[in-house]
């Protein structure tokens, strides 16, 4: 299933930095091409972006730049992106967009997680699925990192300036291993840092009542997901006691998920972290987040 944006304004390019980082090789081509001129006794070039990996001429070098930037696609429209060789949707402001990645706790609209970030001054494009984590399926879409693998949910095109993983509820309610979940967990911050280098990441616990409150494995892996983020230097929010610290055991719906009154609780308290963390959108017009 295709992740879910939100919301949408105005058309826009993407950002220079991610034009200019996939451009350059056919700048280069076409320079060469210009100088040199055709000759039988030449060989043909090749440009690496060219998704048919064709000679390139004079000609051809315009199309393979209409082809890298996605000029014509639609907001919300899938464009492939031969860098990452993955299919990424088109955002309007992508440079002012956080991305969320997440599980069942992330997904309705104003969830916790949605009301946090987008309180510190992003807009959102929300991915993942219920009921999957850094181990756990749901039947039908794959765990975080193969469903990103495999296209059950995409990414932005462009460059966001923050990127938040949440989860791991499912991964303890199906007995995933710590050994799995770090193995993949680092799988997927591996794959984020690679596509967008320039961006902040941020990780958020699972919900849970804490160790003292009969919080069990899920505060288990919540603390897990803390030693992981602290590994690779990201700011961390640890959610395992957040039922009883925020009184929230009693907007509970079925032990795990809150209903709205629940949602804003818990929403508050995760903009002020991650407000401390120095995590909220800039002011500047750029958009992008000091790591």
Not at 110 to 128: F, H, M, T
Not at 129 to 143: D, E, I, L
Request: hydrophobic fraction near 40%; charged fraction near 15%; aromatic fraction near 4%.
């Amino acid at each position: 299933m295709a992740a879910v944006p939100v919301p949408h304004g105005d058309p826009s390019m993407p950002p220079a930095s991610a034009r200019l980082r996939m451009l350059a090789p056919l700048i280069a081509v076409g320079v060469l091409l210009a100088s040199c001129g055709p000759s039988p006794q030449s060989q043909p070039h090749s440009s690496p972006a060219s998704p048919s990996g064709q000679a390139a001429s004079a000609g051809s070098a315009q199309r393979v730049v209409s082809e890298l930037v996605p000029l014509n696609v639609p907001v919300g429209g899938l464009f492939k992106n031969h860098v990452s060789k993955r299919s990424e949707v088109v955002l309007a402001d992508v440079d002012h967009t956080a991305v969320l990645i997440g599980d069942s706790q992330a997904m309705p609209k104003d969830s916790w997680p949605q009301r946090g970030i987008a309180a510190l001054g992003y807009k959102l494009y929300v991915a993942g699925m219920g009921g999957t984590g850094y181990v756990a399926g749901n039947g039908k879409t794959a765990n975080y990192i193969d469903a990103l693998q495999h296209g059950d949910w995409v990414l932005p095109y462009g460059e966001p300036p923050l990127i938040v993983v949440e989860g791991g509820g499912n991964d303890a309610t199906q007995h995933a291993t710590d050994g799995q979940i770090t193995a993949n967990a680092e799988r997927l911050l591996t794959a984020l840092k690679q596509r967008y280098p320039d961006a902040a990441v941020a990780m958020i616990g699972t919900l849970a009542r804490g160790a003292g409150n009969g919080g069990g494995r899920r505060t288990e892996v919540d603390a897990l997901m803390g030693r992981i983020a602290a590994k690779h230097g990201i700011p961390f929010v640890s959610t395992g006691d957040w039922l009883t610290r925020y009184n929230a055991v009693g907007d509970l719906i079925d032990g795990v998920h809150v209903k709205p009154s629940g949602h804003a609780k818990l929403g508050s308290a995760l903009a002020k972290q991650l407000l401390a963390l120095g995590l909220a959108a800039r002011q500047d017009g750029t958009g992008k987040t000091p790591k």
